[in-house]
């Protein structure tokens, strides 16, 4: 397998992809079942980790999910997240916070919110700057992604930068939650996408046409249709590519129409030489086995050239959902690294 270079490993990173809620090591599970009374091994964990496809991961998700119950149980998955990425050179973070899930499952989110808030506030000194997007269940209905909304825009002058939408993709049209899209952007937050991951081109489309989407999570289905790429192109939108996740939820299989779909097939690069801004991420990494060097080393086994891949770390902070001007920091800071 190839090898990234230390000089590519030891470049600050942005990390735009990855659930709180997705990144709870199988350790920190145990020990947030055992808060609540429940004994689970780490062996239970790994194999709960491991299913056959996208319904089974979401069902994964939600066990998992079942364990984060107080302000205490988020601040410690925080922590553990925060570690992690400032293991990995990350130094700055968008990290999607499910309020939909807390909602839904009658949790205090305002409570759990200040947690994790003052968690990222403790991560700054250590290099890590840390901005949340607040993502809705697409399942759940725009009632409840609205009552996400309304949580969100009460927090965009405490770090939280978008208003995201994950779930299961082919459950609503995006026409649905044109409403709460037009409500967020109103209250100054920018909009995120999961679409185009199991669904079609169409998804992606109508997340970018529909709801405004200015970064498309996944969105590896734009791929099939030289239109879509087109509009993404156009409109300067990215993907948020994440390549393992694809690989173990069925996702890739499912655009390649084969079972045995490799991470060498993804078609990162086909997009990234057609000229479509890409990033690269983890989106749940225990729960796929993933870390960011490795998404950068499998980019690799696609062939993409180091210095592509330096372009690519770079959208990462090109595409950030920072004010302008603290982007346009960010950004220079990585291409001084880069010398
Ligand atoms: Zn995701």
């Not at 916070?97 to 949790?107: A, E, Q």
């Not at 205090?108 to 003052?118: G, L, P, R, T, Y």
């Not at 989407?213 to 590519?241: C, K, P, T």
């Not at 210095?307 to 001007?325: I, K």
Request: glycine share 8%; hydrophobic share 50%; with cysteine.
């Amino acid at each position: 397998m190839s090898q990234l270079p230390a000089s590519f490993l030891a470049l600050p990173k942005a990390e735009l992809h990855v659930h709180l809620e997705g990144s709870l090591e199988p350790a920190t599970v145990v020990e947030l079942a055992a808060r609540h009374g429940v004994t689970v091994s780490e062996a239970e964990v790994a194999a709960r980790y491991q299913y056959a496809d996208f319904r089974g991961f979401l069902d994964a998700f939600k066990w998992v999910t079942s364990f984060l119950r107080t302000p205490q149980d988020y601040a410690l998955a925080a922590e553990r997240l925060f570690a992690q990425l400032r293991a990995q050179n990350v130094v700055y973070a968008e990290v999607t916070l499910s309020v939909g899930v807390m909602l839904w499952r009658k949790l205090e989110a305002s409570a759990i919110f200040d947690a994790v808030d003052e968690a990222a506030r403790r991560a700054l000194p250590h290099g890590l700057r840390v901005a949340w997007v607040v993502d809705c269940v697409r399942q759940f209905g725009p009632g409840a992604a609205m009552d996400v909304a309304r949580h969100a825009a009460q927090w965009t002058k405490r770090g939280v930068v978008a208003l995201g939408m994950g779930g299961d993709e082919l459950a609503l049209p995006a026409a649905d939650f044109r409403a709460v899209y037009d409500f967020a952007r109103a209250a100054g937050l920018h909009s995120l996408v999961h679409a185009g991951e199991i669904g079609g081109p169409q998804a992606v489309r109508d997340a970018v046409e529909i709801l405004g989407a200015e970064r498309i999570g996944h969105g590896i289905a734009a791929v099939a249709d030289d239109a879509v790429m087109a509009v993404l192109i156009e409109r300067g939108v990215a993907l948020e590519v994440c390549p393992t996740s694809n690989l173990r939820t069925g996702a890739l299989a499912g655009l390649l129409a084969k079972q045995d779909a490799r991470i060498e097939e993804h078609p990162a690069r086909h997009l990234h030489e057609r000229g479509v801004t890409i990033t690269l991420s983890t989106d749940d990494p225990p729960m796929f086995g993933c870390t960011l060097a490795g998404e950068y080393a499998a980019a690799l086994q696609m062939g993409f050239s180091v210095a592509d891949l330096v372009r690519v770390a770079r959208n990462g902070f090109a595409c950030a959902f920072l004010p302008d001007e603290e982007k346009t920091r960010v950004v220079a800071t990585f291409d001084e690294s880069t010398r």
